[in-house]
């Protein structure tokens, strides 16, 4: 069965600290894709990224950074130098074919 | 600009009443689809469409029904609606099921 965990509920940093928000999943497929998107306050869902199974290079974009291990199933996205503006709800997500399987996502709250 | 809308953004209804929420794109992107967002839960899927005329159910499609007559709509509509059914909305689309999704700005739905 195919299962996104991301076991943090929520997470409270102070700004300028590093936060690792974790994503752990599980398929039986050797062809999927994984996708990390933010939902900000406001409620709109904003695409970060997208991997697939077969790309494990890591990925660093500014001050966000993920890294992808298939040996352990996990695509943990960092955030770096962290800001106020980052304070939202985290998703992961696995798309294999057709569908989608969401985690429950990661609210991260960033204190000034 | 490029966007997926959809109508009505609030709907407040009483248990049995008909109801679809539209959904449209203007990407000329393939696939659709609709998620619902519930506390805790995450987003979960409920059908998808890789194409005019074609759809399939996702992990909650049980009181639902989709039709993808055109490549730019993707109407969700509910026949019957129930409170349990009271939830946000969102449609998504994306140029292939393996591509990032763009969200529309959900459709908060109360049944009572």
């Known amino acids: 069965a195919q299962k996104v965990t991301q076991a943090q509920t929520e997470i409270s940093v102070v700004e300028k600290e590093d936060v690792t928000l974790d994503c752990v999943y599980e398929?039986?497929?050797?062809?999927?894709?994984l996708f990390w998107y933010k939902q900000p306050p406001s409620g709109e869902l904003v695409f970060l990224i997208r991997?697939?199974?077969?790309?494990?290079q890591n990925e660093i974009s500014g001050r966000y950074s993920w890294n992808f291990q298939k040996s352990t199933s996990s695509f943990n996205f960092t955030i770096t130098a962290s800001q106020v503006v980052d304070s939202a709800v985290y998703f992961c997500?696995?798309?294999?074919?057709?569908?989608?399987?969401f985690g429950k996502g990661t609210r991260l709250l960033v204190k000034p | 600009e490029a966007q997926v809308t959809q109508n009505p953004r609030y709907l407040i209804t009483v248990t049995g009443k008909k109801l679809t929420v539209t959904c449209s794109q203007n990407?000329?992107?393939?696939?659709m689809s609709w998620y619902r967002q519930d506390p805790g839960l995450g987003l979960r899927q409920i059908y998808y469409?890789?194409?005019?005329?074609?759809?399939d159910k996702g992990d909650v499609p049980e009181g639902y029904k989709v039709s993808r007559k055109e490549k730019r709509n993707f109407p969700l509509i509910l026949e019957s609606p129930s409170p349990n059914q009271t939830s946000l909305y969102f449609c998504?689309?994306?140029?292939?099921?393996?591509?990032?999704?763009?969200f529309g700005p959900g459709t908060r739905l109360t049944v009572t």
């Open positions: 990407m000329n992107h393939e696939y």
């Open positions: 398929t039986r497929d050797t062809t999927y894709y």
């Open positions: 998504a689309s994306s140029f292939r099921e393996d591509y990032e999704q763009y």
């Open positions: 997500a696995l798309g294999q074919g057709f569908s989608f399987i």
């Open positions: 469409s890789m194409n005019v005329e074609v759809t």
């Open positions: 991997r697939n199974s077969f790309d494990e």
